[in-house]
Nanobody, 123 residues
Framework: QVQLVESGGGLVQAGGSLRLSCGASGRTFGRYAMGWFRQAPGKEREFVAAISWSVSNTYYADSVKGRFTISRDNAKNTVYLQMNSLKPEDTAVYYC????????????????WGQGTLVTVSS
């Protein structure tokens, strides 16, 4: 069992930056690939970024590539999402998730989810 808790969301102006954190419980954190997803009002949840357990593989949605960076610190049981050059269309609830697969972009393949943290980008 893995419990995930996101933090770091908030209100930021367009062009600004935020760093989201996701803390995980359990001693097996390093065995899970981690992902970030987001859901905007009235829209479906969408993939943002993912990182393998070994940190050697990262994946990004085209909409955030070059602006967002996913990273993890297995010693701290934490995964991060650094978000730069934020745009109003990045406004959403951001969720972190854990999967026992090597890495996957599909939300259906993730086993554990956090409660989400709201990011609001004003224009």
């Amino acid at each position: 069992q893995v419990q995930l808790v996101e933090s770091g969301g908030g209100l930021v102006q367009a062009g600004g930056s935020l760093r989201l954190s996701c803390g995980a419980s359990g001693r097996t954190f390093g065995r899970y690939a981690m992902g970030w997803f987001r859901q905007a009002p009235g829209k479906e949840r969408e993939f943002v970024a993912a990182i393998s357990w070994s940190v050697s593989n990262t994946y990004y949605a085209d909409s955030v590539k070059g602006r967002f960076t996913i990273s993890r610190d297995n010693a701290k049981n934490t995964v991060y999402l650094q978000m730069n050059s934020l745009k109003p269309e990045d406004t959403a609830v951001y969720y972190c998730a854990a999967t026992s697969l090597f890495v996957t972009l599909r939300s259906i393949n993730y086993d554990y989810w956090g409660q989400g943290t709201l990011v609001t980008v004003s224009s």
